[in-house]
T-cell receptor
Framework: AQSVAQPEDQVNVAEGNPLTVKCTYSVSGNPYLFWYVQYPNRGLQFLLK??????LVKGSYGFEAEFNKSQTSFHLKKPSALVSDSALYFCAVRVDTGGGNKLTFGTGTQLKVEL | DSGVTQTPKHLITATGQRVTLRCSPR?????VYWYQQSLDQGLQFLIQYYNGEERAKGNILERFSAQQFPDLHSELNLSSLELGDSALYFC???????????FGQGTRLTVV
């Protein structure tokens, strides 16, 4: 079965410092990977995706993610964190189901950026 | 704003009742997905429609059903509601079958 794991329930970082939110995946075939962010009482917002090509993917709000096939990881990164980045982050893998598809999400990582 | 509209935003209902959640996808999007988010189960895929046809099904309960109409809006029907059905229900849409999905703000269902 295709799955993603987010090993950290919470990540704390000081504003201005780099941040990393970890994600590992398990898929058969080529992985299609996504990051979404959820602010309180809001829906999920798409940040970025990896389908093929460059291992470093750039997304919205200054976020980027590094795809590493040998380590089956897709970590989300930002060079300089902002307090406004505090939110719940989800890694997801797209699973094709023969005619359709679905996203399988990780359990989420709460990012807290402090002054 | 993702462009995906869900109504209502909040819904409180009693056990045993039936409710309908509505979703209008982004303009031009043919694919609609429904997800359930709860504290114990996390984000779970329920069902996908593409241009009116069911294309993928997750662990959707038999008490739940969905459809996508010719104007591409979708409805999720939940019946014989139980306390455990209390959750945030998201609709998402995408242009095609292989593009990223954009989520609505969700409907928070509380069953009392």
């Amino acid at each position: 079965a295709q799955s993603v794991a987010q090993p950290e329930d919470q990540v704390n970082v000081a504003e201005g410092n780099p941040l990393t939110v970890k994600c590992t995946y398990s898929v058969s075939g080529n992985p299609y990977l996504f990051w979404y962010v959820q602010y309180p009482n809001r829906g999920l917002q798409f940040l970025l995706k990896y389908i093929t090509g460059d291992n470093l993917v750039k997304g919205s709000y200054g976020f980027e993610a590094e795809f590493n096939k040998s380590q089956t990881s897709f970590h989300l990164k930002k060079p300089s964190a902002l307090v406004s980045d505090s939110a719940l982050y989800f890694c997801a893998v797209r699973v094709d189901t023969g005619g359709g598809n679905k996203l399988t999400f990780g359990t989420g990582t709460q990012l807290k950026v402090e002054l | 704003d993702s462009g995906v509209t869900q109504t209502p935003k909040h819904l409180i209902t009693a056990t045993g009742q039936r409710v309908t959640l509505r979703c209008s996808p982004r303009s031009g999007d043919l694919s609609v997905y429904w997800y359930q988010q709860s504290l114990d189960q996390g984000l779970q895929f329920l069902i996908q429609y593409y241009n009116g046809e069911e294309r993928a099904k997750g662990n959707i309960l038999e008490r739940f059903s969905a459809q996508q109409f010719p104007d591409l809006h979708s409805e999720l029907n939940l019946s014989s509601l139980e306390l455990g059905d209390s959750a945030l229900y998201f609709c998402a849409s995408s242009v095609g079958l292989s593009t990223e999905a954009f989520f609505g703000q969700g409907t928070r269902l509380t069953v009392v």
